[in-house]
């Protein structure tokens, strides 16, 4: 395991941040904690990383108990999300920085990690002659240096503009392959946290809410709030209990009578919302060609379509 987290508790004053946060983390995976701000997320990744002491539980990592461990010592490092490098050392330098600190200084090393970021060229630059992109890979270059077991990234990705944050998360995704790191990855983005990750852990209020790989939390939500967080979700109640159903899984061509109120198109599909002959506003998604608002539609779903909620 590399990393183990139990019972983790933590308060500011008497703001509790953690209320008993357990999770692990196997060798070579990558976990995305997922939650509105406040959630908790960072506190849990400052605590693995030792920048704070929690008020109860247990954090091992590659098997050692890092209690009392200063972060410096922990085999671990962490990126965050203002990339934090120094702007008077050239992009060489601050990569090198945590090997000479070390006494690992390797030329070699540094350039091959430059290379692996695609950066490979830019060694004499200073931080301020690069983009907020090239920054982050120069950033993330430093973090790996050391070639840490487990990597710690805070909203890595969240001072990029939306088109370069997809194509850099597809890098991170491929480096934590190359590279085998454990990555933990904080963000508060749906689709972030989706993409990248092998697992989610959901956060709400200082407690986990849900976790699994993603595929398996979109589809089967456990609360109304995962539902809703992760993505359009439709709550139907039905016999006293609550489902969720997302609009992709209703299809035209059913049994339910409804008459279509609005369309969107997204590019890839339509969004209808639709007033059923029961009363009910559904959204439905469709890949198209879409019917016009005002028009009647008959709605249908498979049963296994609905997650029960609790
Ligand atoms: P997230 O990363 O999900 O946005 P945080 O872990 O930063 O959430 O914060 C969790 C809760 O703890 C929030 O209510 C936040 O205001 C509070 N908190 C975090 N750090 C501190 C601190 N140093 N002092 C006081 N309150 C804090």
């Given at each position: 395991m590399s990393l183990l987290v139990e019972g983790l508790f933590k308060r500011f004053g008497d703001v509790p941040a953690l209320e008993g946060v357990s999770l692990a983390v196997a060798q070579g995976e990558f976990v995305s904690l997922l939650g509105r701000s406040g959630s908790g997320k960072s506190t849990i990744l400052r605590l693995v990383a030792g920048f704070e002491a929690p008020d109860a539980g247990r954090i091992a990592i590659e098997g050692r108990d890092m209690a009392g461990l200063p972060p410096q010592a922990r085999p671990c490092a962490m990126m965050f999300?203002?990339?934090?490098?120094?702007?008077?050392?050239s992009v060489h330098e601050n990569v090198a920085y945590g090997l000479r600190r070390a006494g690992q200084y390797d030329a070699g090393r540094v350039e091959e990690l430059l290379r692996l970021v695609g950066m490979a060229g830019y060694g004499a630059r200073r931080p301020a002659q690069l983009s907020g992109g090239q920054q982050q890979r120069v950033a993330l270059a430093r973090a790996l240096a050391r070639r840490p077991p487990l990597l710690l990234l805070d909203e890595?990705?969240?001072?990029?503009d939306a088109g370069l944050r997809a194509a850099t998360g597809a890098e991170l995704r491929r480096l934590q392959r190359e590279t085998g790191t454990s990555f933990v990855l904080v963000t508060h983005d749906q689709a972030e946290a989706l993409a990248l990750s092998d697992r989610i852990v959901l956060l709400e209020g200082g407690r986990i809410v849900q976790q699994g790989p993603p595929a398996e939390v979109y589809a089967r939500p456990a609360t109304r709030f995962v539902a809703e967080f992760l993505g359009a979700a439709n709550i139907l109640t039905e016999g006293g209990r609550e489902y969720a159903l997302r609009?992709?899984?209703?299809?035209?061509?059913?049994e339910l009578p409804a008459q279509v109120l609005s369309r969107q198109f997204r590019g890839e599909s339509w969004m209808l919302e639709c007033l059923t002959g029961d009363g009910r506003v559904l959204r439905v998604s469709t890949p198209g060609p879409a019917p016009m608002e005002g028009n009647a539609v008959m709605l249908g779903w498979p049963a296994t379509a609905l997650a029960p909620l609790s």
């Open positions: 999300q203002s990339y934090a490098l120094f702007p008077h050392l890595p990705l969240a001072a990029l609009p992709e899984d209703i299809r035209l061509g059913g």
